[in-house]
């Protein structure tokens, strides 16, 4: 069954290995050599801050919007925004604690906050993805003309792209 919602959906499974990857990279912390370690750090950082986190923003932008005037409720979407806030303080979090990767060897303690901020991160975005995908596209799916569907997703991407270009 083909759903008005399938291109969030079919994003959601394109970003949802990069979150799949971001625990695996936490497994891998004091198994894998600290060069191939950073690598992977970099990777994921790169991924959150430029693929994820633009992501987000066009979801505040545009579809949170359009979820709670279907719910009759503007902050319907709140705890929502608050899980976005979360994923941007620890993608920051990740951010000092890569900068911070040039010794030879981690201690004990940035072993612990790395894996920590991945497996949070992991959790965390599997969980939002999750919820969007099992309460508000098939809201949206429900409630939404071809059309209005169509704009959405079109302003959604225009506000990723602007996240985007905001990056850099």
Do not use: N
């Not at 799949?20 to 050599?33: H, K, S």
């Not at 939002?128 to 099992?134: C, D, S």
């Not at 209005?148 to 506000?159: D, G, I, K, S, V």
């Amino acid at each position: 069954m083909s759903h008005l919602t399938q291109p969030l959906r079919d994003e959601h499974k394109e970003l949802f290995p990069h979150i799949e990857r971001l625990r695996t990279v936490a497994d891998a912390i004091g198994i894998t050599p600290l060069s191939s370690l950073r690598q992977q750090i970099d990777e994921a950082y790169t991924f959150l801050s430029r693929q994820l986190i633009p992501h987000a923003q066009a979801e505040e932008r545009a579809l949170y919007p359009v979820v709670g005037k279907l719910m009759g409720a503007p902050d319907a979407t709140a705890t929502m925004s608050r899980d976005h806030v979360a994923i941007g303080r620890l993608t920051e979090e990740l951010g000092v604690l890569r900068a911070s990767l040039e010794s030879e060897r981690l201690d004990a303690s940035e072993v612990q906050a790395l894996r920590r901020v991945l497996y949070g991160l992991s959790a965390l975005v599997a969980v939002h993805f999750a919820k969007e995908e099992e309460v508000y596209l098939p809201l949206l799916d429900t409630h939404l003309s071809q059309e209005e569907a169509r704009h959405l997703f079109a302003m959604m991407e225009q506000a990723a792209q602007e996240a985007k270009r905001a990056i850099r």
